[in-house]
């Protein structure tokens, strides 16, 4: 008996989800077949070019110009004596600066000329001592402008072919005073 009312049960379990997909196709189709379609009179338009161009343009225009490398030199930290007054107290600042590129080739003059560099750009800091001995964020912004420009100086004359603008910017990314 007991084996008799399983197998009716399974049975009806079974009917009930078969007539549940059977009436969820049913209305599936019903409802597609009442939706509005397009006929070709309808439908948008499709101009496709009868011929492809027989060259390519010269230039693109810069939006469409995949992103170049950017190369990032840095300086390693130091340390400059910035002099505050004549009567020998004196204030150290250790700086790291970075510089960016888009010339593989400026990367290469850049790590042949590095002590030159960071001679330069001491001395610089060092001339300039009492006006960032005071935090200034304006002798810090000209003291990376002047960092800049000494290295694209120094580049240029060691690497004429890259010019005088070999790298396009310089980061302060360390600069604590003491």
């Known amino acids: 008996m007991k084996k008799w009312l399983l197998r009716a049960a399974i049975g009806m379990m079974a009917l009930a989800m078969l007539a549940g997909d059977g009436l969820a196709v049913f209305f599936w189709k019903e409802k597609a077949a009442a939706a509005p379609t397009r006929t070709d009179a309808t439908a948008l338009p499709l101009s496709l070019p009868t011929s492809l161009p027989t060259s390519l343009p010269t230039s693109l225009p ?44 400026a990367m290469d003059a850049f790590g042949n000329v590095l002590p030159i560099v960071q001679a330069a750009i001491i001395s610089e800091v060092m001339q300039n001592g009492s006006a960032l001995a005071t935090g200034d964020e304006a002798a810090r912004t000209a003291m990376t402008h002047q960092a800049l420009l000494a290295v694209n100086r120094i580049i240029g004359k060691t690497s004429p072919a890259l010019g005088v603008s070999a790298f396009a910017s310089a980061y302060l990314t360390d600069f604590l005073i003491q």
Not at 69 to 96: C, M, Q
Request: proline residues 7%; hydrophobic residues 40%.
């Open 62 to 105: 810069t939006s469409l110009l995949p992103p170049r490398h950017l190369y990032l030199a840095t300086l390693p930290k130091f340390v400059a004596v910035l002099s505050t007054d004549g009567a020998g107290d004196s204030t150290y600042a250790e700086i790291a600066l970075t510089f960016s590129t888009y010339d593989q080739r």
